[in-house]
């Protein structure tokens, strides 16, 4: 049983004596500045009263492995007009490098300071091992909501990968339930089609975690999209995956529709990329055949040239 640690979430307030946070403060641009709760256990060694340091945001640069890839164009534009008025009234959290600083903590900070035309900004220097850079940037990420459900299970994974924890251990740094770990993770084994229509909202967690009953990748994202297009609720696609993978007999009308629909738009898909007809024949649940038609020699050849060019 691993040995617990201090408990979590004061927040990156507690990095940051209370002088540096004297300011106005924007009723509709508090998100940036509230609710921070970083573990406390992976910024122990912070100190207490750290001195007001500027540096120029030509010497910053983002951490390249920092679990959030994308950033809301909006979201910048609202804290960047903050800034303009206030300034940035908490500090970006970076350690040294060869012949930079890199972020720690506060990169939407540094780009929306990039967007007013600020060139100094002030930031506290503090040193952490690979491990404590990865935890903190999750867990700032995850109390703030920033991450989306593809990039949390992405660092979940790399703690576990890179740094032999388990998904206990996991779960008691971002105060979650193993449970909720592992469900996230699940999202990994998607088609990466599918992963990206999660990133994009085109589908919900809920949905997703109704798809990877699919073992078939190619079979998952076509039910993905039929979901996305029909607009299904969760449960409508609960209940039609479970109609895929359990048919019931075949007079079962229902049933044969929507797997008529499904392999309908694989027929297409295989038309679109053969440029002639072709047939799914379904003999049994995971069984069949693809009948291609042709309609001269000549179309035989050049079918043939484009199965080659493909293997």
Known sequence: MAVKKAGLGKGLDS??????????????????????????KVVEKIVEKPADIYLKLSDIEPN??????????????????????????????????????????????????????????????????????????LIENIQRENLNPIEEAIAYKRLIDEFSLRQDEVAERV??????????????????????????????????????????????????????????SVRETEKLVKEIMNPKKKNDKQVDFTLDAIYKNLEEKIKGILGTKAFIRRSGKQKGKIEIEYYSQDELERIMDLLESIR
């Open 15 to 40: 990095l940051i004596p209370s002088n540096a946070m004297k300011g106005k403060k924007e009723k509709n641009t508090d998100q940036e500045n509230n609710n921070v709760k970083v573990v406390e």
């Open 175 to 232: 105060s979650k339930s193993r449970t909720t770990i592992t469900n996230s993770m699940r999202l990994l084994k998607l088609n990466n089609k599918v992963q990206q229509m999660v990133v994009d909202e085109m589908i919900s967690t809920g949905h997703a975690r109704a798809l990877l009953v699919i073992e078939d990748l190619d079979m998952q994202y076509t039910v993905a999209m039929k979901v996305f297009d029909d607009k299904l």
């Open 64 to 137: 390249r492995e920092q679990p959030r890839k994308t950033f809301d164009e909006d979201s910048l534009m609202e804290l960047a007009d903050s800034i303009k008025q206030f300034g940035i009234i908490q500090p970006i959290l970076v350690q040294k490098k060869d012949e930079y600083y890199e972020i720690i903590a506060g990169e939407r900070r540094w780009r929306a300071a990039k967007l007013v035309g600020l060139k100094k900004v002030p930031v506290i220097i503090k040193n952490f091992t690979d491990q404590e850079m990865v935890e903190i940037s």
